[in-house]
Nanobody, 123 residues
Framework: VQLQASGGGLVQAGGSLRLSCAAS????????ITWFRQAPGKEREFVAA????????YYVDSVKGRFTISRDNAKNTVYLQMNSLKPEDTADYYC?????????????????WGKGTQVTVSS
């Protein structure tokens, strides 16, 4: 599976962005997809994940109620809708895939990574 993240940009605090993670390959629906982010000088951290078949979602506490992850298997795409953005959401955002449903939050469990898309939230 090859992944490509897009949709980043510059937005004011309180604004919204929708990130997309487009995948190639016929087996996309078998993979859970996780979004991570990495701010300058910080470790890459888990943001949100969605499982393959049932679409169960998981979020880091800091984005709950503001971000929504969803997937469209017919389009081989996962979305991350980000609302009420804050300056601390500024980071490069990466999508990754895994078949290990028990380790969706772990970078080490990811099988494939896409290149990041930059999100900058101004105050």
């Amino acid at each position: 599976v090859q992944l490509q993240a897009s949709g980043g940009g510059l937005v004011q605090a309180g604004g919204s962005l929708r990130l997309s993670c487009a995948a190639s390959g016929r087996t996309f629906s078998r993979y859970a997809i996780t979004w991570f982010r990495q701010a300058p000088g910080k470790e890459r951290e888990f943001v949100a994940a969605i499982t393959s078949n049932l679409g169960v979602t998981y979020y880091v506490d800091s984005v709950k109620g503001r971000f929504t992850i969803s997937r469209d298997n017919a389009k081989n795409t996962v979305y991350l809708q980000m609302n009420s953005l804050k300056p601390e959401d500024t980071a490069d955002y990466y999508c990754a895939s895994t078949t290990n449903l028990g380790r969706l939050r772990l970078k080490s469990a990811m099988d494939y990574w896409g290149k990041g898309t930059q999100v900058t939230v101004s105050s």
